[in-house]
């Protein structure tokens, strides 16, 4: 009986080592085959150590494929205080190479942590600084990739493209309304470190970073660098407060160019205030639209029928007196006897007066309502304000005349220049945008792709070319004319509004400005400029803004490679016009032949011989009177 007891204990022993051992090889079974990957990476998480390489932002670029904001590589300093052997010589020679004391330096080196990004004095470190920090060699320093943003094209550009931060964040423009999608995956070289960081050797490894999103405008940058050309020019002549210029296609709402002065170097934001920083003029700036906005109330006018501009007539006497107030036109005397058409021309204030009242001010600010004036246009940008119109119940007869002819309201010039995209497209308002396409930087496949989107219908397709005629018939005939371009159908109307301050019109203070379609029987693109307080001028926008308008049309037409045209609006000749013809070909002529032929030139012969060689410019251009032709001679 005592002997069945010691082997029954002897059993449950045995049974019990079996079973603890068992368990044991079962525990270490699944470490090796089942848990193995979770734990390994749990222990490489506690002995590894990562340096940061910061990816590269996407690329910004214009429709073309130009690129307008780009990515060089820069180096940033990194320590593992650790692993830093001698604290105090590394405090003083980097405090020396950086230029910063050295006890700002040793708040780096003896911080107690596994890793330190030297900034800001480490961010960014030129070539000479980044080699000269290597040739120290020292444990514990490090040199890693950083990516820094950079615009090959400086200023232009600036308030649509944006800046971005010291860390490659958007602070403003695309860069920000678009930050998530530019923005990369960051890398790292993961290296191997003991608890009190010291280096083991163990291999490396690199987490390749990932580049952001490229992204694709709807900018031609030969029309911008058009644009920013003549705002440059505008600020050295006619020191004014502001300046600014958009264009857009009216068949799509694609802006194609769009600047502002005072405007910033995105490279070097940092020098600028952030009013200039942040102030986006197209689309931020309101103000009184003055005769520009008449295109709208004469759209409404002939879409309700309540004049044909052809044959109803208007006598302008000068002036006329609303509620006690006298509203004159420009011209002392006034224009007489003029139909609705000449009106429009001449951009008579009375005229439009006439039109507010046939209209009254249920209509005309429907209008104003159903061309987007009062509200956002939905621009993909930041910063877009939403003007100012008067509540209906505001207005009375005072209100609702000078509104006709673009004053007592506030608009944007983007509000404007969409608005008239739709008076010419057919009656179509679109939303205007600037982002044509996000695309996969390796593979080019697309994210997201923006297309016109239609807002709403505004006016008839009948209206529509009623405008269109009479738009290239101010530049024919009359306020317009220094915006005429031989050989093609421009469209457009200037606008000279007074400003205002503490509810007070100034004296001598205007904003000028121009709308201008091209060509104006086919609308390809749509311009529009606008001058605060120029100087040194004649208070006329006919005289400031239009000639600035033509040389930017010259080049739209360059860039959109629109053709010559004929049956245009005769244009009425005043003594200053140019005047072009079509060059004749002299080559293979004598010498006195080609003189004849090239009368209205000016005419520059180099060689020696009797016989025309060559000219230039080439047979067939169109140039105007005046200009110089070279005639190579020979035999």
């Not at 222990?43 to 940061?52: H, K, N, V, Y």
């Not at 490396?204 to 029309?223: Q, V």
Request: hydrophobic share 35%; glycine share 8%; proline share 4%.
């Amino acid at each position: 009986m005592f002997n069945k007891k010691i082997d029954s204990r002897i059993k449950l022993v045995l049974i019990f080592f079996i079973s603890f051992f068992l368990v044991i090889f079962l525990k270490i079974v699944y470490i090796e085959m089942i848990d193995y990957k979770k734990l390994s990476s749990l222990a490489t998480d506690l002995w590894s150590r990562d340096l940061p390489i910061e990816a590269n932002r996407g690329l910004i670029l214009d429709r073309n494929g130009v690129v307008l904001a780009d990515n060089i590589t820069t180096t940033s300093l990194v320590l593992v205080p650790n692993q830093i052997k001698n604290k105090e010589e590394v405090s003083k020679v980097l405090a020396d190479i950086l230029k910063v004391s050295e006890e700002e330096m040793k708040k780096h080196v003896y911080k107690k942590t596994s890793i330190e990004r030297v900034h800001p004095e480490g961010r960014r470190l030129s070539y000479e600084i980044a080699d000269e920090i290597e040739s120290h060699e020292f444990d514990g320093v490090y040199l890693v990739k950083e990516s820094k943003r950079y615009y090959p094209y400086g200023e232009t550009l600036a308030h649509v493209l944006g800046y971005v931060g010291i860390d490659n964040q958007g602070l403003g423009g695309i860069e920000l309304m678009y930050d998530s999608y530019l923005q990369g995956e960051n890398g790292a070289i993961k290296y191997f470190s003991d608890a009190k960081g010291n280096k083991i050797n163990l291999s490396e490894m690199y987490l390749e970073p990932a580049s952001g999103m490229n992204i694709t405008l709807t900018i031609d940058i030969n029309i911008q660098l058009a644009i920013e050309r003549e705002l440059n020019n505008v600020e050295s002549t006619l020191k004014p407060d502001d300046s600014l210029a958009v264009v857009i296609d009216p068949n799509t709402g694609e802006i194609l160019a769009m600047s502002s002065r005072p405007t910033f170097n995105p490279n070097n934001y940092k020098i600028y205030t952030k009013e200039t920083l942040n102030r986006n003029l197209p689309i931020w700036m309101t103000y009184e639209p003055g005769s520009t906005f008449k295109i709208i109330t004469m759209s409404s006018a002939v879409e309700e029928k309540v004049i044909d501009i052809y044959n109803d007539h208007f006598y302008d006497s000068g002036s006329v007196h609303i509620e006690g107030s006298r509203i004159g036109c420009w011209k002392a005397g006034g224009h007489g006897d003029q139909t609705f058409l000449q009106v429009l021309e001449n951009s008579c204030n009375p005229g439009f007066v006439k039109l507010g009242q046939l209209l009254g001010k249920e209509r005309l600010f429907s209008y104003f309502d159903l061309f987007g004036f009062g509200e956002k246009t939905g621009i993909d940008l930041n910063g877009e304000a939403t003007g100012i119109m008067f509540p209906l119940d505001k207005v009375h007869e005072l209100e609702l005349v000078t509104s006709a002819f673009g004053q007592g309201i506030s608009v944007t010039p983007i509000q404007q220049i969409v608005a008239v995209s739709s008076v010419v497209n057919g009656g179509n308002l679109y939303k205007p945008y600037v982002v044509k396409s996000i695309n996969e930087p390796t593979t080019n496949n697309i994210i997201l792709n923006n297309e016109k989107k239609l807002v709403r219908k505004t006016i008839s397709k009948e209206t529509s070319e009623t405008m269109k005629y009479a738009l290239e018939s101010v530049v024919a005939r009359g306020g317009g004319r220094y915006a005429y371009i031989d050989g093609y159908r421009v469209g457009g109307k200037t606008g000279t509004a007074q400003k205002v301050k503490d509810g007070v019109y100034m004296d001598n203070n205007y904003i000028m400005s121009f709308m201008a379609v091209v060509p104006s029987n086919d609308p390809n693109a749509i311009l529009y400029v606008a001058i605060d307080n120029p100087k040194n001028t004649a208070l006329l926008s006919s005289y400031t803004t239009a000639p600035v308008a033509r040389r930017i049309l010259l080049d739209i037409i360059d860039a959109r490679d629109i053709k010559r045209q004929t049956n245009a609006i005769e244009k009425v000749r005043y003594w200053d016009d140019e005047i072009y013809y079509t060059l004749p070909d002299t080559i293979g002529k004598t010498k006195k032949e080609a003189a004849k032929d090239l009368f209205y030139y000016n005419v520059e012969y180099s060689g020696s011989g009797n016989k025309v060689i060559e000219q230039s410019p080439t047979p067939g251009t169109y140039l105007a009177a005046g200009s110089t032709v070279r005639i190579l001679l020979g035999n």
